[in-house]
């Protein structure tokens, strides 16, 4: 369908080979997550608060960017026997599976 262009914008955005760096959405009001809100300026305190409990956690549980990831994701219009090699783990430079640390998020329902 994406060849033939019949896809709606939605479904166009989420198989965009390359998703911005940064993706923050209020779910609340936008359930299917469309609206990314990381570039609006109302929301750059949440979105600092955002990026320094991500770094807590990066410290706290060992957690890294690979330097040599798995490529991108396997295309969605390819052959599935065209599987990628698989590239080094999130967290292997620090040998994150040895920490037992929650990290600074928690989740109370």
Do not use: C
């Not at 109302?42 to 956690?57: A, D, K, P, S």
């Not at 490529?71 to 599987?83: A, G, V, W, Y």
């Amino acid at each position: 369908m994406a060849e033939k262009g019949r896809l709606t914008v939605a479904q166009r955005q989420l198989t965009l080979p390359k998703q911005p760096a940064e993706l923050l959405f209020n779910v609340k009001n936008d359930p299917y997550q469309l609206n990314n809100l990381a570039a609006n300026h109302q929301y750059r305190e949440v979105l600092q608060q955002i990026r320094r409990l991500l770094e807590q956690w990066k410290e706290q549980t060992g957690d890294t960017v690979p330097a040599k990831p798995t490529p991108d994701r396997q295309p969605l219009h390819d052959s599935i026997e065209k599987m990628l090699p698989r590239g080094e783990y999130p967290g292997a430079a620090r040998n994150a599976t040895m920490i037992n640390h929650p990290g600074p998020v928690s989740f109370n329902p």
